[in-house]
């Protein structure tokens, strides 16, 4: 079997959209779209299970939460007491007002690196890593959908080629994968 990827190019999102569901509707699995903006509504077309990123989000502010709570019982309570205006420095709670601060700023930097690390992970966007993209124009005015044929073995490439063309493809290419 030949292990060939399909292209389709789109100038709308709308026809590109249409043109998923009508391929969908056949049972052709669609690999990726590139596209120069977020698509409304492409991800369950597609395929595209909802992302669990926001529950990350939330363990990694309630780790920075945690971490900035212990830090200021640690630094200010429990191994250097100071008495600052007149503050008891025995309990935590009592000086808490004055750790929000500090706590809401740890609560954000963990949570937004965390987002940025795991986001990089995810998507395998490590340092030396080129990211895939099939054609530039995507970034641009272009919308790109890419087929491969391998996912798709009960489907014959060229009637893949037929539903694309008679969606609105402007533009179909297809190169061997190595």
Known sequence: ???KVIYGVFEDEEILLNSAKALRSKGVRIADVFSPFPIHGLDPVI???PTRLSNAAF???LFGTSFAVWMTWYMLISDW???IGGKPNFNWML???AFIPVTFELTVFCAAHGMVLSYLLVNKLYPGRKPHNPDPRSTDDKFIMEIRTTENGKHN???IMNVLRETGAVEINHKELK
């Open 1 to 3: 079997m030949s292990n």
């Open 47 to 49: 395929g595209i299970k």
């Open 59 to 61: 363990f990694y502010g």
């Open 81 to 83: 007491p100071m008495n």
């Open 95 to 97: 000086n808490m007002p």
């Open 157 to 159: 490439e060229a009637d």
